[in-house]
């Protein structure tokens, strides 16, 4: 399985931008999540998503400014990120849990389960 992030890029707080993630194969049942490493901190998760039935799962930080979709049919995850900060600035992975059922907890799945990961798209949040 192949994963390939695209979309990052330079903006000023309070700006937006959307990742996408587009895997090589596409899933009935599996789950995909994003995280992120700033310069110098370790990897976070940000959200996950299930390929299913949509269940979604977002960090704290990150609530009600991003928003996680699939679109199973273009093999791709997008991120949706909105009034970005300077603290939202890293390299944004994305990863797939292949082996994700429904039965499992999502965020179970979200900080021990991925199986694959891109290599990593860059946003840079100004002030």
């Known amino acids: 399985v192949q994963l390939v992030e695209s979309g990052g890029g330079s903006v000023q707080a309070g700006g937006s931008l959307t990742l996408s993630c587009t895997m090589s194969?596409?899933?009935?049942?599996?789950?995909v999540g994003w995280f992120r490493q700033a310069p110098g901190k370790e990897r976070q998760g940000v959200s996950i998503?299930?390929?299913?039935?949509?269940?979604?799962y977002y960090t704290n930080s990150v609530k009600d400014r991003f928003t996680i979709s699939i679109d199973n049919a273009k093999k791709m995850v997008n991120l949706q990120m909105h009034n970005l900060q300077p603290d939202d600035t890293a390299v944004y992975y994305c990863?797939?849990?292949?082996?994700?059922?429904?039965?499992?907890?999502?965020?179970?799945?979200?900080?021990?389960?991925?199986?694959?990961w891109g290599a990593g798209t860059l946003v840079t949040v100004s002030s």
């Open positions: 998503i299930s390929i299913r039935d949509g269940e979604t």
């Open positions: 194969v596409a899933f009935e049942e599996a789950s």
């Open positions: 990863a797939i849990d292949v082996d994700y059922r429904q039965h499992i907890p999502l965020i179970q799945s979200f900080y021990y389960g991925m199986d694959y």
